[in-house]
């Protein structure tokens, strides 16, 4: 889950829309409908900015070839904008054509051995297919282009974490952020790594002023009290995604646990493990500790249909197999 979270930040980060730097635009290209560029491009083939953002927009609609036509274009005008060819290899990996994203990618480091972003791309894609050590070495191509990359810091991080090296893991994450104490990501594995120490706490906290609107910032904070008891703390962290994220049933799950199992206070958790199922109707944990609720209650017949709601969506749940013969016995 957390590699998957990370590579689709990464290849966001490679967004188009960071390719214009250093390029006076006097038209708000941004604003323009797909019709205007084109007519625009009708009028000035050339046109490498114009291509560009038809290109954005050829991706937003899932038309990846013709994005990718585009962008070679506007590659072949201004052949010094080297973030074009960046976005391309990203197009082609979305496309599922590892080969010829490898490919680009190669070309534009042989070309530009110091373009920090090639080389952390390459370890990227190495690291999808879990080839560690190649996609180390690319984080270390990446460093010597610029040793205060914390991309390249997080890209190494991130592979030793996966490797089971966590020494090495939390030191590479702390050099992450020293090198740029912005860096959401590196102070949320920070966290992760130290769960059972007090720092953990302040590493969830600086992410979360870093950006207090992400769900996973408070979540693991909450995770990160559930766990160690603290559990006020908790339940005000969960109670604030439910807040700003009332469509996340996780929280109000979490919520109705702790109130439920820890607390043994069942009939605050009703409502929160309630919310969680009408979120997310197949949320079969969900129903089931909320006929566990029940249960405990001495509510056999809301108890009952709990459980066979989670059956429906899990029938080898033997959790709620075992509940349904206890109550009925």
């Known amino acids: 889950m957390r590699v998957f979270n990370y590579l689709i930040l990464m290849m966001l980060l490679g967004s188009i829309l960071g390719a214009c730097q250093g390029k006076t635009q006097s038209v708000d290209w941004s604003k323009m409908t797909f019709d205007q560029l084109n007519q625009h491009i009708a009028k000035d083939s050339t046109d490498d900015i114009a291509l560009r953002y038809r290109a954005y927009l050829q991706a937003q609609s899932g038309n990846i070839d013709a994005a990718i036509v585009d962008l070679s274009k506007a ?3 201004s052949p010094d904008s080297i973030q074009y060819q960046l976005q391309i290899s990203d197009w082609y990996l979305r496309k599922g054509n590892i080969t010829q994203s490898l490919q680009l990618l ?3 480091t042989t070309q530009k051995p110091e373009y920090t972003d090639a080389w952390i791309k390459l370890g990227e894609i190495h690291l999808i297919f879990k080839k560690y050590d ?3 070495k690319y984080a270390n191509q990446g460093l010597e282009s610029n040793p205060y990359s914390d991309k390249a810091l997080f ?3 991130y592979c030793f974490k996966e490797l089971g090296d966590t020494a090495k893991a939390i030191a590479q994450f702390q050099d992450c952020v020293k090198n740029n104490p912005k860096n959401y990501e590196a102070n949320i594995e920070l966290g992760i790594l130290n769960m059972k120490q007090s720092i953990g ?5 600086n992410a979360i002023a870093i950006d207090s609107n ?3 910032g408070w979540y693991d904070l909450g995770m990160f009290y559930q766990q160690n ?4 703390e908790a339940i005000e962290a ?5 807040q700003r994220h009332p469509q996340f049933p996780h929280s109000f799950f979490n919520v109705g646990y702790i109130y439920m199992q820890t607390l043994n206070i069942p009939d605050k958790a009703v409502p929160y493990f309630e919310n969680a199922c009408k979120i997310k109707p197949n949320y079969y944990e969900a129903w089931f500790n909320l006929g566990l609720t029940y249960e405990k209650m001495g509510d056999v017949l809301k108890a009952e249909k709990a459980y066979q709601q989670a059956l429906i969506y899990k029938p080898d749940y033997e959790a709620a197999q075992e509940a349904l013969q206890r109550i009925k016995s």
Not at 229 to 232: G, K, R, S, T
């Open 75 to 77: 590659f072949t005008y």
């Open 106 to 108: 190669n070309e534009l």
């Open 134 to 136: 190649d996609a180390i």
């Open 155 to 157: 890209l190494k991080a």
């Open 201 to 205: 706490e302040q590493y969830f906290k």
């Open 214 to 216: 992400r769900i996973d």
């Open 229 to 232: 008891d603290m559990l006020n």
């Open 238 to 242: 969960y109670k604030i995604i439910g």
